[in-house]
């Protein structure tokens, strides 16, 4: 098939301590695999079928008639930079130049990570949250559904899955207990960095 379902970055009992293996089971191979299996139907015997995930998320982003193939395009590729964003005993503190931005942008780590729960808890319904870099700052940003900055303006540098599927079976309704775990004990700095550093270009301005 054209698009794949990438494994899991790690064990799925690796990051147990804040999101159980069962979670990550559901998550990654029953919904993510939803997404590329559903993309790969609508997209079968079409040109976009050859091409990147991140060029089939561009090229029907505003096409309503190809909003089916926006959504599982956009879902396939948001798990899995999800998955990349946690780590086993992730959290703690981003440093050298990321941490120098959070700074500069945010007016300190604990400020960033007060802003980007907040986008995470009050996204309505389904959506992500975001750290995006958007004409050269960092920004904190939150989108319905299947919506991501590829389809806007920023460059992603990280996201939560608020989803109800993405902490239900571990944290209930309590999503403010998951986005608390998730910043905490999950959050993969050194990806993050890696994709701010990726975007040295941008980042500069
Ligand atoms: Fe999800």
């Known amino acids: 098939m054209a698009f794949e379902l990438p494994p ?4 799925k009992d690796a990051l147990q301590h804040a999101m159980s293996a069962k979670t990550l089971e559901f998550h990654h191979d029953k919904h ?3 997404y590329v299996d559903t993309l790969n139907k609508l997209t079968e015997g ?3 079928a050859s091409q990147s995930l ?3 998320i561009r090229a029907t982003a505003k096409d309503e008639s190809k909003l089916a193939i926006f959504n599982n395009a956009a879902q396939a590729w948001n798990h899995d930079f999800f998955w990349h964003c946690m780590k086993p005993k992730g959290g703690g503190k981003p440093i050298g ?3 120098a931005r959070i700074d500069q942008g945010f007016g300190g780590l ?3 990570l007060q802003q980007f729960a907040e986008a995470a808890q009050t996204q309505f319904g389904s959506g992500w949250a975001w750290l995006v870099l958007e ?3 960092l920004k904190v940003a939150k989108t319905s559904n299947a919506v991501n900055p590829i389809a806007g303006h920023g460059i992603p540098l990280l996201t939560c899955d608020v989803w109800e599927h993405a902490y239900y079976l571990d944290y209930q309704n309590r999503r403010p207990d998951f986005v608390k775990s998730f910043l905490d004990q999950l959050v993969n700095w ?3 960095a890696e994709n701010l550093s990726r975007h040295r270009g941008a980042a500069a301005a």
């Open 32 to 34: 993510h695999k939803a």
């Open 97 to 99: 130049d990321l941490a």
């Open 135 to 137: 004409n050269g700052k």
């Open 190 to 192: 050194d990806f993050v």
């Open 54 to 56: 991140e060029d089939v």
């Open 46 to 48: 079409t040109p976009l």
């Open 110 to 112: 604990d400020k960033f």
């Open 8 to 11: 899991l970055p790690y064990a």
